[in-house]
């Protein structure tokens, strides 16, 4: 159906959009037209689009176009943008402490570890888990990582050690992290 009609005719919101004048500079300059994520709407589908769009001079008087719909990875680097505001909102206004821990030292924490151990968490990052433990808990830490390391859950009462030195009472709710 397309065939032998113009641009115009075919999608009459093209010139509107300020595409026409960016093909005529690319026709004129010889310079590709790279533009990503571009929003137009498609009369055909009668629904607004984002398009990567790439435009290549292919002789004096010829253009080759390309549109690449897509609306699904724009929609998508939407969803997570949104996920992780929602994240960052909850993990800086939560009370309790949350820290990823790899192979025995702190991979992030949450912005609450401030509240909970005494410092921020830039402190923690690195640092052995072991630190915030009292010494004297080692035996029960070895066997709550015996716990996890086989796929189970710790929940209880433990003790910490905050950067002053003093001890606290805390409650751990632990298991392993597996990733998607």
């Given at each position: 159906?397309?065939?032998?009609?113009?641009?115009?005719?075919?999608?009459?919101?093209l010139?509107?959009?300020?595409?026409?004048?960016?093909?005529a500079?690319?026709?004129?300059?010889?310079?590709?037209?790279v533009?990503?994520?571009?929003?137009?709407?498609?009369?055909?589908?009668?629904?607004?689009?984002?398009?990567?769009?790439?435009?290549?001079?292919?002789?004096t008087?010829?253009?080759?176009?390309?549109w690449s719909?897509?609306?699904?990875?724009?929609?998508?680097?939407?969803?997570?943008?949104?996920?992780e505001?929602?994240?960052?909102l909850?993990?800086?206004?939560a009370?309790?402490m949350?820290?990823?821990?790899r192979?025995?030292?702190?991979?992030?924490?949450?912005?609450?570890v401030?509240?909970?151990?005494?410092?921020?968490p830039?402190?923690?990052?690195g640092?052995?888990f072991?630190?915030v433990?009292?010494?004297?808990?080692?035996?029960?830490?070895?066997?709550?990582?015996?716990?996890?390391?086989?796929?189970?859950v710790?929940q209880?009462?433990?003790?910490?050690?905050?950067?002053?030195?003093?001890?606290h009472?805390?409650h751990?709710?632990?298991?392993?992290?597996?990733?998607?």
């Open positions: 159906e397309l065939i032998g009609t113009s641009a115009l005719a075919s999608l009459p919101d010139e509107g959009s300020g595409l026409l004048g960016r093909y500079q690319c026709l004129d300059e010889g310079q590709p037209l533009i990503d994520d571009f929003t137009y709407f498609n009369e055909i589908l009668d629904d607004a689009r984002r398009y990567d769009i790439r435009a290549n001079r292919a002789g008087d010829l253009l080759s176009l390309t719909d897509v609306t699904e990875r724009f929609e998508f680097a939407q969803r997570i943008a949104a996920s505001r929602n994240y960052r909850l993990a800086e206004n009370d309790d949350v820290a990823h821990v192979q025995g030292r702190f991979v992030w924490v949450s912005p609450s401030e509240g909970v151990l005494g410092a921020p830039a402190h923690w990052l640092r052995e072991r630190e433990v009292p010494p004297s808990d080692a035996p029960a830490l070895a066997a709550r990582l015996k716990t996890l390391s086989e796929g189970g710790i209880q009462r433990v003790r910490v050690v905050s950067v002053d030195g003093v001890t009472w805390v751990l709710h632990a298991k392993p992290f597996y990733d998607a």
